[in-house]
């Protein structure tokens, strides 16, 4: 049986790996984008670059004897989910979604919770001046423009070159997981008074949020993308672990999670 992980997150990792321990006689292939210049690889197979569009996935699932596909992509990475409940249904692959809650605000916060990046761009002038952008390189081009704001920039890889960024932007090449005691360190150093974050969730990228509660630093939070209706989702790993045992002793087409 031949499943495909649609990757680039701990939790994809995560599950390439349970999967080879636990069930070895899994063929498993995780795919990633190839966004990040040297990702972090999990256990097994790994393919890196588009499928071109559901066409090219659901093609993609056919050829190589997909029998279960597993979106544990980025809760903003709302293309490619969308791509995979397109290309499960037409390709008749039972497909599951590792979805991570979002952050729950906690009292102490001061959230501002916007719809996307142009709105973060937006509110920012009225909340600070000194911006930590936590939301990665793509999409920096929306804080262009906002010239009396500093931004530092933390990301894995830098910005593309030729794109439109702030003016005043310091880059920081760093990814997670982070501690609470450098993430203060760093809010400090840099005299942060607001932060940019997408509802990420998860542990590895939270310690920001307490270091902004403890230090009253605003917080503006980019909601996430709707997630495609009618796709049974897990909430880590070990959900989608079971959920492919399942399939094994029941490999007939799905009817729930
Ligand atoms: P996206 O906007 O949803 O996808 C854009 C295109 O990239 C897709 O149409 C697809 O190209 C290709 N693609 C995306 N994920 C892929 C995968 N795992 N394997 C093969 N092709 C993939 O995605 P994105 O937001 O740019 O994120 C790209 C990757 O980075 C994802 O795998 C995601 O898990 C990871 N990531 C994203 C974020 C984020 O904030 N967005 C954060 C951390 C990690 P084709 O149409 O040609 O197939």
Do not use: C, Y
């Amino acid at each position: 049986m031949h499943v495909l992980i649609l990757g680039g997150t701990a939790e994809g990792r995560e599950l390439a790996g349970l999967l080879a321990e636990r069930l070895p006689s899994l063929k498993v292939t995780s795919s990633l984008a190839g966004r990040v210049a040297a990702p972090r690889l999990p256990s097994g197979e790994v393919r890196v670059g588009g499928f071109g569009g559901s066409a090219g996935l659901a093609a993609w699932l056919r050829e190589n004897a997909v029998h279960l596909l597993i979106d544990a992509t980025h809760p903003f990475a709302g293309t490619i989910s969308r791509n995979a409940a397109e290309a499960a249904a037409q390709a008749h692959v039972p497909l599951l979604a590792v979805r991570r809650p979002g952050w729950v605000q906690e009292p102490g916060d001061d959230w501002h919770r916007v719809d996307s990046l142009a709105d973060a761009a937006r509110v920012l002038p009225g909340l600070g001046t000194r911006v930590f952008l936590t939301t990665g390189r793509t999409g920096v081009e929306a804080f262009a423009g906002l010239d009396p704001l500093w931004f530092l920039l933390r990301s894995v890889d830098p910005p593309a070159p030729g794109l439109p960024v702030p003016a005043r932007l310091e880059v920081l090449l760093d990814r997670g997981p982070f501690t609470l005691d450098g993430e203060r360190e760093l809010l400090r150093a840099h005299r942060i008074d607001v932060l940019v974050t997408k509802d990420s969730g998860g542990g590895a990228t939270a310690p920001k949020l307490a270091a902004a509660r403890s230090l009253g630093v605003r917080v503006v939070v980019v909601r996430r993308p709707v997630p495609s209706p009618g796709v049974p989702s897990v909430v880590d790993a070990p959900g989608a672990l079971e959920w492919v045992r399942k399939r094994l002793h029941d490999p007939r087409p799905p009817t729930d999670a």
